[in-house]
T-cell receptor, first 116, second 114 residues
Framework: NAGVTQTPKFQVLKTGQSMTLQCAQD?????MSWYRQDPGMGLRLIHY???????DQGEVPNGYNVSRSTTEDFPLRLLSAAPSQTSVYFC???????????????FGPGTRLTVL | GQQVMQIPQYQHVQEGEDFTTYCNSS?????IQWYKQRPGGHPVFLIQ?????EVKKQKRLTFQFGEAKKNSSLHITATQTTDVGTYFC??????????????FGQGTILTVHP
């Protein structure tokens, strides 16, 4: 199993450009999520999905879109990049327990994004 | 919204000293998870605590979940250079329809001097 994969590893954008960060998992996990990590602020949830066709907003969703057409893939789209979106982005996946609580999250290696 | 505060933000220790990081939630948690992130790496799951007052050990690491399920701690005995990294707690809010959303603390960056 490859686990959680993310592409690209590094990306530099100019303000106003759009792009898609790719995330895929081969563990058949229902739950997938996107986080951004900034110094001193931990991991902040951007968007998440509890299954194919279902997505919802997290703590910092503005400027980002997601879709979940398959169980495996959960791409994150930046609509019009801004310098404030310079960050490290992590995708994660996990099982959902019957109670709705989550098992451990498996994180991808991350995408380091710089917006000039 | 739910807030999870983690202290200290930084901790520098000499190899062999103990280390503790604390996590406090503004709301009651159904469970709390701990992760470790090595420099330049991604977070890796360490453990999940579910029960009030629960204590779990992994070799030199001891994890505690408070009686009120609003706080937690991670204690490392006799640190080693391999313990270097950022330690995060992540809490899942009790009740509601949070669909298992986790709120992460800010993390504690541990440096170990040989």
């Amino acid at each position: 199993n490859a686990g959680v994969t993310q592409t690209p590893k590094f990306q530099v954008l100019k303000t106003g450009q759009s792009m898609t960060l790719q995330c895929a998992q081969d563990m058949n996990h229902e739950y997938m999520s996107w986080y951004r990590q900034d110094p001193g602020m931990g991991l902040r949830l951007i968007h998440y999905s509890v299954g194919a066709g279902i997505t919802d907003q997290g703590e910092v969703p503005n400027g980002y879109n997601v879709s979940r057409s398959t169980t495996e893939d959960f791409p994150l789209r930046l609509l019009s990049a801004a310098p404030s979106q310079t960050s490290v982005y992590f995708c994660a996946s996990s099982y959902l327990q019957a109670s709705g609580s989550r098992h451990e999250q498996f994180f991808g290696p991350g995408t380091r994004l710089t917006v000039l | 919204g739910q807030q999870v505060m983690q202290i200290p933000q930084y901790q520098h220790v000499q190899e062999g000293e103990d280390f503790t990081t604390y996590c406090n939630s503004s709301t009651t948690l159904s469970n709390i998870q701990w992760y470790k992130q090595r420099p330049g790496g991604h977070p890796v799951f360490l453990i999940q605590l579910v029960k009030s007052g629960e204590v779990k050990k992994q070799k030199r690491l001891t994890f505690q979940f408070g009686e009120a399920k609003k706080n937690s701690s991670l204690h490392i005995t006799a640190t080693q250079t391999t313990d270097v990294g950022t330690y995060f707690c992540a809490g899942e809010r009790a009740g509601g329809t949070s669909y298992g959303k986790l709120t992460f603390g800010q993390g504690t960056i541990l440096t170990v001097h040989p």
